[in-house]
């Protein structure tokens, strides 16, 4: 798997270069908030517009400013777990799962694969006011999951946790990692953890 980024970001006051290329499937973005990382996830999942770059996973060109290339964001099969999960309350953890699946294409993922490798079979009838922290974080990654994405973002996934939901959550990464082949692109400020999940890491300076 072949990421390649180089863009130009300006939002507001904030502007800056993105230069990555790396054939790695888990590829990890570490740095200090404020220093572009969830810019870079958007601009990858086609919410944010770059001001000029490109922009190809695999050879698939998702965004090339010079060619006039960019693709809409549902159009580039990207399953996005944001920070703040965007779960939706008034489902429940299988409603939430399914509304994966509605935006989905019939791919390699099935619910009760899903279910299982993430380790939620006992919480589909729960509200997701009753989850923990790390069992909100499993069912949001299913949902995405189950939206047949070629490709995985991931946007802060322990930031919101404590050691013991970090150390509860990370095994689950890990399965993700060895068990699908899907590829992955993982930010965080949690340097310890990307390590142990990552094939490589970039840095961003603040």
């Not at 300006?10 to 220093?35: H, K, P, Q, T, W």
């Not at 159009?75 to 779960?87: A, C, E, K, P």
């Not at 990654?141 to 070629?150: E, K, T």
């Amino acid at each position: 798997m072949r990421f390649e980024l180089d863009i130009a970001l300006r939002r507001g006051g904030f502007a800056r270069r993105i230069r990555i290329a790396d054939d790695a499937r888990v590829l990890a973005i570490e740095g200090a908030s404020g220093c572009g990382k969830t810019s870079t996830l958007n601009a990858i999942a086609g919410l944010l517009r770059p001001v000029e770059g490109r922009i190809a996973i695999d050879g698939r060109v998702l965004f090339d400013g010079a060619r006039s290339i960019d693709l809409a964001a549902h159009t580039r099969r990207i399953g996005y777990v944001f920070q703040d999960l965007r779960l939706f309350p008034h489902l429940d953890v299988r409603g939430n799962l399914r509304y994966g699946m509605h935006a989905g294409a019939p791919g390699s993922f099935s619910f009760d694969d899903v279910v299982g490798l993430l380790g939620i079979d006992g919480l589909l009838a729960r509200r997701i006011a009753n989850l923990s922290g790390g069992e909100a974080q499993r069912v949001a990654i299913g949902r995405a999951l189950l939206s047949q994405p070629s490709l995985l973002l991931l946007d802060e996934p322990l930031s919101s946790l404590d050691a013991a939901r970090r150390a509860e959550l990370v095994p689950y990464l890990q399965r993700l990692r060895d068990q699908l082949d899907i590829p992955m692109v993982i930010v965080s400020h949690q340097d310890a953890e990307l390590r142990a999940l990552a094939d490589a890491m970039h840095r961003m300076d603040a």
